[in-house]
Each structure stands twice: as structure tokens, then as C-alpha cells.
């Protein structure tokens, strides 16, 4: 089961009113999305977004049960479409919005698609398995340039260089298949004192092949000015980010926007966590919640 993250601030910050519709962009277990179903009966909307299949499909079964099903319009697709689906949906007028970005417990537990380096799975790292680039591809296939700079840009990892050749000499001799092939590539990659610290050291070069296997942060790019364009005056939209590249996006775009006279902001610096929602849930540790209202 997955623990949504900054529930409380997420709410305070999108204020859900009575009869107000509301898009979750990143609805996957459906976590966020029911709160704010709570605040917003008994006539409120929610367009549900998820790239992952078998969690769309989950999720409606649940929220049949659960009774929410004439409130509730799910779609499997990509936010980075956002305004296509919300016209597709006819889902207007658009009172509030949140991301919740990257990966959920299910995919890291469940989905057998190696996106955890705690266990043995084949290298794909697909959101959709729709699309064609999956993480054994780059891992098998593209220069050693180009996975350096993967790991290097998208995992701000120190041993980049040394795990980039060393991934490029292995395959040589027999492809690398799975998650395991890999994480013995980055252990003889690192120094013993790396190996040994609280961190795994496979942590952020996975990180970075699962920000570029799903396109990320282009993703990220695209849908940030649909959001301005969707919005109903007053509307909110909050996204939580996990990675300082995607925050950093984020807070540019809404201070330009705020410039412009377009948004608002509500969170004039990032929230984080507090200790005790990171001592339950090690995954908030590097959430940050960007909120803001528009004009
Ligand atoms: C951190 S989880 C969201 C958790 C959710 N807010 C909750 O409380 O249960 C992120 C979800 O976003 C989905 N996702 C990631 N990128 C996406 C994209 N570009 N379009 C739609 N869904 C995406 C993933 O499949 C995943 O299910």
C-alpha cells in the first residue's frame, strides 16, 4: 500500500470546497484523491490521471466498492496531455489540481518491473508499457557517453565515469538483464566506503534511469503551462516533487508566472515533511510541496 505524503499540507494548500472539481494528475492508489473527494461532496468531480495501467484499473474497481464512481472519471494516460484529456473528458470548469510525481510503492513492490535494486528483476523501468525505451535498452544499447551523462545529470552521481565504463565492459562479455546484473556493476563500481554508508549505492543511478526511461522531466515542462491554461479563476494547483531537478523547474515556472500576473503563490518557500511523517515514511524525505492559486 502506498503512503501518500504531505496529506495535511497538500489540503490546506488546495482548500477543497464543497461541489469543486478537481484533476489528480498522479491519482495512483487514489490516496490524495480521496481526501479531496471528502472535502468535496457531495457534487465535486474528480478526473483521476495515471500512466501506469494496472493501477487505473485497480483504482476503479475500488472506488465502485467504495461508492465514489458518479464523482469520479478515471483516465490511463499521460499528464503531460492534460488539457487534451480535460476537453476529452469535458471535465470543466477545473477548481483545483495536484502532481504527486515519480513512482509509488506498487512499482517499487509490485509491479515486477525492476524499478527496486532490492530485488532481481528484468531491467524495464516502464511506467507504460506502451512506450519503447525501457532500461535495459540503455543499459545494453547507448554509448558510454551517454550513460555516463545519464547518471551524472539525472543522479548527480560522483562515480559516474567509473560506472558507465564498467556497465560498457560487462556487457561486452554477456548483456546485463537484470536489476541484480546491474546493482553488481555499481558495487564494483564504488569504493568500499560508499558501500557501506546508509545509502544504497545504487540509489541514484537507478533514479536517474527511471527519470529518463519515463521522460520526466519533459513531461514535467509540458504540462506546467496546460495547468495555468486549465485552471479556473481562483483554482489551485499543488505538485510535490522528489528530485531537485523537478523542484527547481517548478519554482521557476511559478515565480514567472507570478511575474506575469498570471498565478499567485500560496507556498512562498517549499513545505517539507516534518520529522515525524519522515520517521514513518523514509519515501517524504525528499518530497517539497510547491502550491499556487491563479489570478
Ligand atoms: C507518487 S505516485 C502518486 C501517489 C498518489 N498521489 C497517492 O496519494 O496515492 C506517482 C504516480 O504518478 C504516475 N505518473 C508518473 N508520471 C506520470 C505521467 N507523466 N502521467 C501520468 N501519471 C504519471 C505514476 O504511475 C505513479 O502512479
Redesign the pocket.
Known amino acids: 500500500m502506498?503512503v501518500?505524503?504531505l496529506?495535511k499540507e497538500l489540503i490546506d494548500c488546495l482548500d477543497p470546497q464543497p461541489n469543486e472539481n478537481f484533476v489528480?494528475?498522479?491519482?495512483?492508489?487514489?490516496?490524495?484523491?480521496r481526501l479531496i473527494l471528502e472535502k468535496t461532496g457531495p457534487r465535486g468531480r474528480l478526473l483521476g490521471?495515471?500512466?501506469?495501467q494496472e493501477?487505473v484499473i485497480k483504482l476503479k474497481r475500488e472506488l465502485i466498492q467504495e461508492g465514489y464512481d458518479q464523482r469520479v472519471m478515471l483516465a490511463c494516460?499521460?499528464?503531460?496531455r492534460l488539457k487534451e484529456i480535460v476537453h476529452e473528458n469535458k471535465f470543466h470548469p477545473v477548481n483545483g489540481l495536484?502532481l504527486?510525481?515519480?513512482?509509488?510503492s506498487?512499482?517499487l513492490e509490485k509491479s515486477g518491473r525492476g524499478f527496486s535494486f532490492m530485488l532481481d528483476q528484468r531491467l524495464d523501468m516502464r511506467?507504460d508499457q506502451h512506450d519503447e525505451l525501457d532500461a535495459w535498452t540503455i543499459i545494453n544499447r547507448w554509448s558510454e557517453e551517454e550513460i555516463g551523462a545519464l547518471i551524472r545529470d539525472y543522479g548527480q552521481e560522483n562515480f559516474w565515469r567509473k560506472i558507465a565504463a564498467n556497465i560498457v565492459a560487462e556487457r561486452q562479455l554477456s548483456s546485463l538483464d537484470t536489476t541484480g546484473d546491474l546493482v553488481r556493476v555499481i558495487n564494483k563500481s564504488v569504493p568500499d566506503w560508499y558501500r557501506h554508508r546508509k545509502l544504497h549505492p545504487a540509489t541514484k543511478t537507478f533514479q536517474a534511469l527511471r527519470i529518463v526511461v519515463?521522460?520526466?522531466l519533459s513531461?514535467?515542462s509540458r504540462?506546467l503551462p496546460q495547468i495555468v491554461e486549465v485552471l479556473a479563476p481562483q483554482g489551485r494547483a499543488a505538485i510535490?516533487s522528489?528530485h531537485e531537478l523537478e523542484d527547481r523547474m517548478v519554482k521557476q515556472f511559478f515565480k514567472s508566472e507570478e511575474e506575469a500576473g498570471r498565478l499567485e503563490l500560496i507556498t512562498k518557500r517549499p513545505i517539507k515533511p516534518s520529522e515525524a511523517e519522515i520517521s514513518k515514511n523514509r519515501r517524504a524525505r525528499s518530497a517539497r510541496l510547491r502550491a499556487v492559486r491563479k489570478i
Do not use: M, Q, Y
Not at 490521471?49 to 501506469?52: F, G, K, N, P, S
Not at 494516460?77 to 503531460?80: G, S
Not at 504527486?100 to 509509488?104: E, M, N, W
Open positions: 502506498h501518500s505524503v496529506k489528480d494528475g498522479t491519482v495512483n492508489g487514489g490516496g490524495h484523491a490521471i495515471d500512466r501506469t493501477l494516460d499521460n499528464f503531460a495536484v504527486d510525481l515519480g513512482f509509488s506498487w512499482h511506467f519515463n521522460r520526466e513531461n514535467l504540462v510535490i522528489f
